[in-house]
């Protein structure tokens, strides 16, 4: 987010290029080539996410003078309300994660558990690809927001909003359509089980509708991060995940014995709830009032190294 909220877009993505890359010949060498199995996968994927915080972290440091002066103890100035933002950014995320682990548990528990499992991890696996194209209009509605409003624009932020929504919501329609019309035939991408690719035929409907919220509500995530509604956020993903989705999922998958569809369902209508409420805070916010608080939080939050607090004395004398 720092690099991004300079608009240095490019060394992210050679750093991912990069890091991808990486991560599929190291794949490649340590579960096929030598056959380590789940640890060389895993060895792969952790060097794949090292490689781009490593690299970043690199580029900081020696490219970037103007707003990397080193470290300073000035950091430490007003730490507290930085850290309840981040912690309430943690508390979003992680409800969503932890959202879909708490799907594949109640899966466990059915009958054809494995084939069930099979079906829903292929499921999630595929909207977990799509999401990558929608957390990339996260990142953007995020520093965007943040950026307009910090800069004293709410129409340009209002603008950047409809506009993030749109496009992302077009590109979501149209894989809306390819999920809808290739069913079973994604399965066999990932495994030749007859079965399984079956479940995964009977789940596309409602993977195809999932991929058209998920265009959505992560746009509306990335505008609640850069207005700083963190803590709002957390308590829709909490009543909208926990208190609506899986219950739901849990009446309709055991109570009615609709099975893994019914866990699909209830995960469904957890992200349409999430959506609309996002939706309607978006859209009902007072956005002149919510560059006064930017401006407030900027001004709060400003640290002025010393020795330029002089020098700019000086000048002024």
């Not at 991929?211 to 308590?235: E, H, K, M, R």
Request: net charge positive.
């Amino acid at each position: 987010m720092f690099l991004q909220a300079q608009s240095k877009n490019k060394i992210i993505a050679y750093l991912a290029a990069v890091s991808i890359s990486i991560h599929v010949f190291m794949s490649w060498l340590l579960t096929v080539k030598f056959k380590f199995g789940v640890n060389g996968a895993m060895t792969s994927i952790l060097l794949a996410y090292w490689i781009p915080n490593l690299g970043q972290l690199v580029f900081i440091m020696t490219k970037c003078p103007d707003t990397w002066k080193g470290f300073s103890f000035l950091a430490f100035k007003d730490l507290w309300p930085v850290i309840k933002l981040s912690l309430s950014s943690g508390v979003m995320l992680c409800l969503e994660i932890w959202y879909n682990t708490v799907l594949i548990l109640l899966t466990g528990n059915m009958e054809n558990a494995e084939i069930s499992i099979d079906a829903l991890s292929i499921c999630l696996n595929i909207n977990g690809l799509e999401t990558m194209i929608a957390l990339g209009f996260f990142a953007a509605a995020g520093v965007r927001v943040a950026n307009e409003l910090g800069g004293g624009d709410s129409k340009a932020a209002k603008f950047s909003i409809v506009i993030t929504l749109l496009t992302s919501f077009f590109i979501g329609f149209v894989l809306f359509l390819i999920f809808l019309f290739l069913k079973e035939r994604l399965a066999y991408i990932f495994t030749p089980d007859p079965d399984v690719a079956k479940a995964v035929g009977d789940l596309s409907p409602l993977l195809s509708i999932s991929i058209l919220l998920n265009s959505v509500q992560p746009v509306l995530s990335g505008v609640a991060v850069g207005a700083g509604w963190q803590s709002v956020a957390a308590y829709v993903n909490i009543g909208s995940y926990y208190l609506i989705g899986i219950p739901i999922g849990v009446l309709l998958g055991n109570l009615l014995h609709l099975q893994v569809k019914g866990v699909w369902i209830g995960m469904l209508f957890g992200i349409f709830v999430q959506t609309i409420m996002l939706m309607i805070i978006t859209f009902k916010t007072d956005w002149n009032k919510q560059v006064e608080i930017a401006r407030n939080r900027v001004n709060k939050w400003a640290v002025v190294d010393k020795d330029e607090s002089n020098n700019t004395s000086r000048i002024s004398s």
